[in-house]
């Protein structure tokens, strides 16, 4: 998998440069600072350490071999090998609390010293981004992992066969998702006349304010072409066939789509949240000008609002494909 894991590299980074750009800033800002390579590879050094401790070195260490070796690994081997990145998941997730919880302590200490509270929002900001990759890498092996696992363990079994469906049926099917969209959009409409107050110029009721392309290519395409990298490209998109037509399937292979799914709502929540603190990291490097900070704010936050659509969205399509399954 280690191609894979290059090429996973590989999106990130232009992601990242992508991100930079579109936030305002330079494409050497958020690669190339010696105290941020340093806070990344320190980053490293800890989620290392304790995968080592841990005993999980050696299968961990088994996700950087090549295809081939990989494709010839036993059952055990596999399931260790998913332990492995499961447990340094959650050490990157602890790892992410406790830096923010160092620079969240830090910024109250120092709150009257304003030269310094620009340095330690950087460190929660940049700390959080920094695990973000890393988790958007670890989950994205994982899937290519489960998805060997479950190949594995699939016996032989017939193809599925497809329920055709009238025109009357597809009909009601189009109805339901028209009806839940209006209602979905009614709520938001709602609560945001009735539960939020705006003095500004922004109108919130305009469809325009609440698009960012930018924003939209830095959630979305990401996860597209980590899912090309990781061979789970037709998985994902045979997950979103079957759910609309309605496609009996077995278990294995139902197993194999929602992996898919699953992994691309990760992907989409971490890759919004690597927008989010990019945008704020630029937000702060333009704090003279006031009448900016509050729209800046805004913009850098509407990816997250993206990403809760998009995985509540494919939260759907994974319940569906479970009901759908034998």
């Known amino acids: 998998m280690i191609i894979e894991f290059l090429l996973s590299c590989l999106v990130l980074l232009i992601s990242s440069i992508f991100g930079t750009l579109v936030s305002g800033g330079a494409v050497f800002d958020s690669l190339f600072f010696r105290s941020d390579v340093i806070l990344f590879v320190l980053l490293l050094v800890i989620l290392g350490v304790f995968i080592f401790i841990?005993?999980?070195?050696?299968?961990?260490?088994?996700?950087?071999t090549t295809k081939k070796s990989f494709n010839k690994l036993e059952l055990k081997s596999l399931a260790d090998i998913e332990k492995s990145i499961i447990y340094a998941s959650k050490v990157a997730a602890y790892e992410a609390i406790f830096f923010v919880c160092i620079g969240?302590?830090?910024?109250?200490?120092?709150?009257?010293?304003?030269?310094?509270?620009?340095?330690?929002?950087?460190?929660?900001?940049?700390?959080l981004r920094f695990i973000c990759i890393i988790e958007i890498i670890l989950f994205s092996m994982k899937a290519k992992v489960k998805k060997q696992i479950i190949e594995f363990m699939a016996e032989a079994e017939s193809k599925h066969e497809a329920c055709k469906n009238t025109a009357k049926e597809i009909i009601i099917k189009l109805v339901k998702v028209l009806l839940v969209c209006s209602i979905v959009l009614g709520l938001t409409v709602f609560i945001i006349m009735n539960y939020t107050?705006?003095?500004?110029?922004?109108?919130?009721?305009?469809?325009?304010?609440?698009?960012?392309?930018?924003?939209?290519?830095?959630?979305?395409?990401?996860?597209l072409l980590l899912l090309l990298c990781n061979g789970?490209?037709?998985?994902?998109?045979?997950?979103?066939?079957?759910?609309?037509?309605?496609?009996?399937?077995?278990?294995?292979?139902?197993?194999?789509?929602?992996?898919?799914v699953s992994t691309v709502r990760y992907i989409v929540l971490f890759s919004s949240l690597i927008a989010v603190m990019l945008g704020y990291y630029a937000v702060l490097t333009y704090l003279e000008d006031k009448s900016s900070l509050g729209p800046n704010m805004m913009i850098a936050t509407i990816p997250c609002f993206y990403a809760v659509i998009i995985n509540l969205i494919l939260l759907s399509v994974e319940a569906r494909l479970d009901h759908i399954s034998e």
């Open 54 to 64: 841990s005993g999980y070195g050696k299968p961990f260490i088994k996700v950087f």
């Open 104 to 127: 969240t302590v830090y910024y109250y200490v120092n709150w009257m010293n304003t030269q310094t509270l620009g340095f330690q929002l950087s460190l929660m900001i940049l700390s």
């Open 197 to 223: 107050k705006n003095e500004s110029d922004i109108y919130f009721g305009h469809i325009e304010t609440w698009i960012d392309i930018p924003s939209l290519i830095q959630v979305i395409v990401p996860a």
């Open 232 to 260: 789970l490209w037709k998985d994902f998109f045979l997950g979103i066939k079957a759910v609309t037509k309605d496609e009996k399937l077995h278990f294995s292979e139902k197993s194999k789509l929602a992996n898919a």
